[in-house]
C-alpha cells in the first residue's frame, strides 16, 4: 500500500514461536543469554520535529472545530436588534444589547419584556406561572451596554443591527476588531449592502459574514445566512448551528445584492409603484390621471390572485418608504443600466414629503 506506513516485523524462527520457557531466574544470578538473542532496543525518543508536527496536527484539528456560540453581542437596540436579543435569549443564550444611550436601552427592554409577556399569554395559557418564568428568565438572559468594545472581548458573535450605513458599520467593525477575542464571528444584519464590502473593515474576514433576520424577528422563521468568499466553512456552519438553535429555518445565499427574498421581492414592489403611477399610452391618455391600475385593486389582486398575505402597497407602508428608496437607491448605483433598479418618481416625492408609511402616519395609505 502506499503511504509511509510501518513495515510487518519479519516472523520468528519456529523454534521460537513454539512454547518457549524463559529460565527460572535464581536470587543474584542473571539466567544466561540465549546465542544469537540480542535485547531489545528501546524505541528513540521522538525528535523536536514530530513534536512539532503532532502539534500542528492537533491545531489544525482543533481549529476545524465548529464554534457553539452561547454569549452573543447585539448591536442596536432597534426593533431588529431588540428582536434578535430576545429571540437568542429565550434559546438559553446569553445576550449583551448594546446601544448609544442608556435611554434607548431602556425603551429596547421594554419592549422586549412586553413581547415576551404576549409570546408567554399563548405559549403558556393553560400555565401562567410557567409563563411569568419564563420571561424573567429570559429578561435575565439579557444586559445591556452603552461601550461595545468593552463587552465583545468574550462573546462567541458579534450581531450588528444599526443604521444601513456602509461607513458607520464599517467603524464599528474596525474599532471591534481590535477587542474582540480571536474565535469571535462578525455578523451583519444588513438587508441591501454587500457583506464583502463590511467585512473589508476587520481583519477576521474568515470569520465574517451576513446574518439577515426578518421582522418581526420572534415570529419570522427565516433567516439569511451569507457566505462571502472568504467566510471559512467553520464559520458559515456555525452560524447555520445558531440560526438552527434559535429555532430559526437557515438559507444560505452568496454577497448578492438584496441576497433571496429582497432581490426578488424589492423589485416586485417597485414594479406594482410603476403600475399605479405609468401613464397608459394604449389610448393616448390616462383615466383621471391614474396609472394602469389603482393601488387598492393591485393590492386585492395579490392577495386573492397569488395568495399573499399583504399587497404590495400595504407591504411598502409596512416595511418604510424610505428604507424602500434607501435599497433601491444603492441598487441603482451598482448597475445604473438594470431597469429593477430604476428609481420611482411617486416613492421619491412621498419620502421628500416624510410620508414613510405606517411608522409616520400616512404612506401609500393614511394610518390613524
Not at 56 to 73: E, F, G, L, N, R
Not at 289 to 313: C, N
Not at 327 to 332: E, F, K
Amino acid at each position: 500500500m502506499g503511504g509511509a506506513g510501518l513495515e510487518a516485523p519479519p516472523p520468528l524462527p519456529a523454534d521460537v514461536t513454539e512454547s518457549r520457557r524463559r529460565p527460572r531466574r535464581r536470587q543474584g544470578v542473571r539466567p544466561k543469554r540465549s546465542p544469537g538473542r540480542r535485547r531489545p532496543r528501546s524505541l528513540p525518543r521522538p525528535g523536536p520535529a514530530f513534536v512539532r508536527s503532532v502539534s500542528s496536527s492537533s491545531t489544525a484539528s482543533a481549529a476545524a472545530k465548529k464554534i457553539v456560540i452561547k454569549h452573543v453581542t447585539v448591536i442596536g437596540g432597534g426593533l431588529m436588534g431588540a428582536g434578535i436579543a430576545q429571540v437568542a435569549a429565550a434559546t438559553g443564550h446569553t445576550v449583551v444589547l448594546v446601544d448609544q444611550t442608556e435611554d434607548i436601552l431602556a425603551k429596547s427592554r421594554r419592549g422586549i419584556e412586553e413581547s415576551l409577556r404576549r409570546m408567554a399569554k399563548k405559549k403558556f395559557a393553560e400555565n401562567p406561572k410557567a409563563g411569568a418564568e419564563f420571561v424573567e428568565k429570559t429578561l435575565g438572559s439579557i444586559s445591556t451596554s452603552t461601550d461595545a468594545a468593552a463587552v465583545v472581548h468574550s462573546t462567541d458573535l458579534v450581531v450588528e443591527a444599526i443604521v444601513e450605513n456602509l461607513a458607520v458599520k464599517n467603524d464599528l467593525f474596525k474599532r471591534l476588531d481590535k477587542f474582540a477575542a480571536e474565535h469571535t464571528i462578525f455578523a451583519s444584519n444588513t438587508s441591501s449592502l454587500q457583506i464583502t464590502s463590511i467585512a473589508n473593515a476587520t481583519t477576521r474576514q474568515d470569520r465574517f459574514a451576513g446574518l439577515h433576520f426578518f421582522n418581526p424577528v420572534p415570529m419570522m422563521k427565516l433567516v439569511e445566512v451569507i457566505k462571502i468568499p472568504m467566510t471559512s466553512q467553520k464559520t458559515f456552519e456555525s452560524l447555520v448551528d445558531f440560526s438552527k438553535a434559535l429555532g430559526k429555518h437557515p438559507v444560505s445565499c452568496k454577497d448578492t445584492p438584496g441576497f433571496i427574498v429582497n432581490r426578488l421581492l424589492v423589485p416586485y414592489l417597485m414594479e406594482a409603484i410603476r403600475l399605479h403611477e405609468r401613464v397608459s399610452n394604449t389610448h393616448g391618455n390616462s383615466e383621471s390621471g391614474l396609472g394602469d391600475a389603482s393601488k387598492e385593486d393591485i393590492d386585492v389582486a395579490m392577495k386573492l390572485g397569488a395568495g399573499y398575505p399583504m399587497g404590495p402597497f400595504e407591504l411598502l407602508d409596512y416595511v418604510g418608504l424610505d428604507t424602500t428608496k434607501f435599497i433601491v437607491d444603492g441598487w441603482h448605483e451598482l448597475d445604473v443600466k438594470d431597469p429593477m433598479f430604476q428609481p420611482s418618481p411617486a416613492l421619491n416625492k412621498l419620502v421628500a414629503e416624510k410620508k414613510f408609511g405606517k411608522k409616520s402616519g400616512e404612506g401609500f395609505y393614511k394610518y390613524k
